[in-house]
């Protein structure tokens, strides 16, 4: 079964909203989580990663105030895209770490942006 | 610098033929191996991985993968694939067994013939 949850997985809403989409390990503590961007055809695109209780390191090029990333427990993150923008349509995507483990991701957040 | 190629964009197969996805690596270091697959608007499924030990690692659902350092290769097989392997194959390189970003190939996308 899945070990990380993601939801939404789908979001469709209006130019200047803001989407929040959250990342759960299921069963395990996830001391480190990334987020990824996806575009169509393409490979995923680090965006950010995410430690619990610490400050979310950005990829360069990643606006750190368009992509608010929240780490409160070591089993949630939340990826927040402020007033979103049809450029900001996208498949996003969630992974989660325990230590010497591989990532487990999740299911992803299709984001689209009218 | 870190990178990943995977040559071929897409492959289309017959049902019951063999498989070989190809990749290959730029890592400064010890190199970490991963395969993952993707199917249509669903996140990521770790296949198989390498980090040390044999080089020919088994995974799920068939797969299998050699790592060979001389060429900087770790190309997956399957001897005999099914229409429910269809889907979008990456191949991604790490730092360490469990943490740090991956870097993932652009992506090998799987048709399979009836």
Known sequence: GAVVSQHPSRVICKSGTSVKIECRSLDFQATTMFWYRQFPKQSLMLMATSNEGSKATYEQGVEKDKFLINHASLTLSTLTVTSAHPEDSSFYICSAIYPNQPQHFGDGTRLSIL | ?114
């Open chain 2, 1 to 114: 610098a870190q990178s990943v190629t995977q040559p071929d964009i897409h492959i289309t197969v017959s049902e019951g033929a063999s498989l070989e996805l190809r990749c290959n690596y730029s890592y400064g270091a010890t190199p970490y191996l991963f395969w993952y697959v993707q199917s249509p608007g669903q996140g990521l499924q770790l296949l198989l991985k390498y980090f040390s030990g044999d080089t020919l690692v088994q995974g799920i659902k068939g797969f299998e993968a050699e790592f060979k350092r001389s060429q900087s290769s770790f190309n997956l097989r399957k001897p005999s694939v099914h229409w429910s392997d269809a889907a979008e194959y990456f191949c991604a390189v790490g730092a360490r067994a469990g943490a740090n970003n991956l870097f993932f190939g652009t992506g090998t996308r799987l048709t399979v013939i009836p």
